[in-house]
């Protein structure tokens, strides 16, 4: 691979393709507009899972050597190599530099904090919103921190993760100080081994009453697209999973040692003996939303959902400032969130390389399928305009400014919904004529400041809002085909009908849902960046 010259470099937060522009790619010394050469997009992985499949599905050509146009490629050549070579460019790979920012466990923490403290100088009641992570310390650092806040509350539960690990790897749940005491004179953790032997964790109080569905924990894993940071551009894909675990919940003290029963991680999971492969312990969020809908109505389900796409996009906004940005760059992020049995959502972390291997056929189809959506947007071969709102399943809900749904939806957010089969929808150059007075259209069209949907986007929305709300009616009265993975955990029965676990309505009538005529609105401040 080519080295970049020391005069090609620029400043890192313009990123690597500032220079581009001054030297000719090898399309433009033949007669190109600096574009991917003629012929088959050239891939290069080292995967052998659903992202090698979905390259391979669009005809697309691996190769082994530097010639590639687009790479899947791991972490550590992100670290390694990224730096040392210089790209064309139209070439794609799909990390940040430093993505650790986000999604490192205390990295994450710090940076939400930071944005949190900012915030109260700036905009105390956006501030206010960032409430969605658990009360956490960095150990062995803030130790004496720690102790302190435990000290005031003795009867509190705690979790301990270590930051640098994944699939529940070294996660272990406790109630008293004496354990964390214990961990902390292991010699990894003495005073002569904190340097680069020392391997920190979070500790941050456990969610002790998660929303249960037949009885048992799970939590959501949303998959969201940044294709750029400066300015931040974010995509959502509708469908996800849900990830159970295989024992009935219990927050019992005597229970807590059973990983079984509170930790979700499918390399967890399935060394469980009353693991089903079939399922593979997973649900699909569509599911689970008609589900809710079902059971707790429309306004309490959209809300919540709502809420889970607000907290993706304030934790991005926490480490826009310091993302290095480069248009070569793109990243796929795994958010992994649970909400409690106030339908109040928490973030559990957010992943830079989710898991694309599948462990059953619906796993797969669901990951290959959101994989071509995501090679769609990148848009190697040059298809889309730039005024796309919707590619395959994923939604733009963020670019420069929040991408507002428009009124014609029931949704606020258009996360577990339907995703359609038609072509991509394109969001007007300009607003569509309404029927109302000019007063009204006026304001319709600030409202929309040029980012709304087309009239025929608009009424495909509504088709797929329409059509989950239909299917949710008819989950009531038919919840074991509306639950088909959970039927098992059902017969050993739950509170509630249908099995709905920990969320009773006593507990659910605490949150205020919002009128039906009125929407959620996101909006953007030029100084914090926030939403309202």
Same mark, same amino acid.
Request: contains cysteine; positive net charge.
């Given at each position: ?31 190109? &507009? &600096? ?7 050239? +891939? ?51 990390? +940040? ?48 921190? +720690? ?5 005031? &509350? ?5 979790? !301990? ?58 939590? !959501? ?71 809710? !809908? ?51 959502p928490w973030l559990v972390e957010v992943n830079a390389s989710p898991s694309l291997t599948a462990n059953t056929e619906d796993d797969y189809r669901l990951k290959v399928k959101m994989l071509s959506s ?15 709102v919707r590619v395959g399943g994923f939604d733009l809900i963020y670019k420069n400014g929040p991408c507002l749904h428009n009124s014609g939806s029931i949704y606020h957010s258009m996360l577990g919904a ?41 009424? &495909? ?12 009616? /008819? ?7 509306? !639950? ?38 996101? /909006? ?9």
């Amino acid at each position: 691979q080519e080295r970049r010259s020391k005069g090609s470099q620029g400043p890192r937060d313009m990123g690597r393709g500032d220079s581009d522009d001054e030297r000719p790619s090898k399309a433009a010394s033949q007669g190109g &507009n &600096n574009s991917r050469r003629s012929g088959p997009v050239r +891939f290069r992985t080292g995967f052998r899972n659903t992202i090698y499949d979905a390259m391979c599905q669009r005809e697309w050509k691996e190769t082994d050597g530097d010639d590639w146009d687009f790479y899947w490629a791991d972490r550590d050549w992100i670290h390694e190599v990224f730096d040392s070579i210089h790209l064309d460019s139209w070439q794609r790979v799909n990390h +940040f530099r430093n993505d650790r920012e986000l999604c490192r466990k205390d990295l994450l923490v710090k940076n939400l904090k930071k944005q949190k403290r900012q915030l109260h100088k700036t905009d105390p009641q956006e501030a206010e919103k960032y409430d969605f992570w658990p009360t956490t310390y960095v150990l062995p650092g803030d130790y004496s921190l +720690f102790a302190e806040e435990f000290k005031r &509350n003795p009867q509190s539960t705690w979790i !301990m993760k270590p930051i640098g690990r994944s699939q529940g790897k070294g996660i272990f749940i406790f109630t008293k100080l004496s354990q964390i005491s214990k961990w902390k004179s292991d010699s990894r953790y003495s005073s002569k081994s904190e340097g680069s032997d020392a391997e920190a964790y979070v500790v941050q109080k456990y969610i002790l009453n998660p929303f249960l569905v037949a009885g048992k924990k799970f939590d !959501m894993r949303i998959y969201a697209l940044v294709t750029s940071f400066s300015p931040l551009t974010v995509w959502l894909y509708r469908s996800g999973f849900c990830r159970f675990s295989s024992a009935r919940y219990s927050s019992a003290p005597a229970d807590l040692e059973n990983a079984f029963m509170h930790l979700t991680n499918v390399a967890i999971q399935k060394k469980s003996d009353t693991y089903d492969s079939s399922h593979g312990g997973k649900w699909d969020i569509r599911h689970l939303k008609l589900y809710l !809908m079902s059971r707790y109505g429309l306004e309490v389900t959209d809300q919540l959902f709502g809420d889970i796409e607000k907290l993706i996009l304030r934790s991005l906004f926490s480490v826009q400032q310091v993302m290095i940005q480069d248009k070569h760059c793109f990243e796929l992020y795994g958010y992994d969130v649970l909400f409690d049995d106030e339908f109040k959502p928490w973030l559990v972390e957010v992943n830079a390389s989710p898991s694309l291997t599948a462990n059953t056929e619906d796993d797969y189809r669901l990951k290959v399928k959101m994989l071509s959506s995501l090679m769609d947007i990148v848009d190697m071969e040059g298809k889309l305009t730039g005024d796309e709102v919707r590619v395959g399943g994923f939604d733009l809900i963020y670019k420069n400014g929040p991408c507002l749904h428009n009124s014609g939806s029931i949704y606020h957010s258009m996360l577990g919904a339907e995703i359609l089969k038609e072509p991509v929808k394109l969001a007007p150059k300009k607003p569509e004529p309404t029927t109302g007075t000019p007063a009204q259209d006026t304001a319709a069209a600030a409202k929309l400041s040029g980012r709304g949907t087309s009239s025929r986007s608009q009424s &495909n929305t509504r088709g797929s809002a329409s059509s989950d709300r239909r299917a949710a009616e /008819s989950a009531e009265s038919a919840s074991s085909s509306s !639950m088909p993975r959970l039927r098992n955990a059902e017969n050993g029965g739950g509170s509630g009908r249908g099995g709905a676990g920990s969320a009773s309505s006593s507990r659910t009538s605490r949150r205020v849902p919002a009128s039906p005529g009125t929407k959620t609105r996101l /909006s953007a401040s030029s100084s914090s960046s926030g939403l309202r």
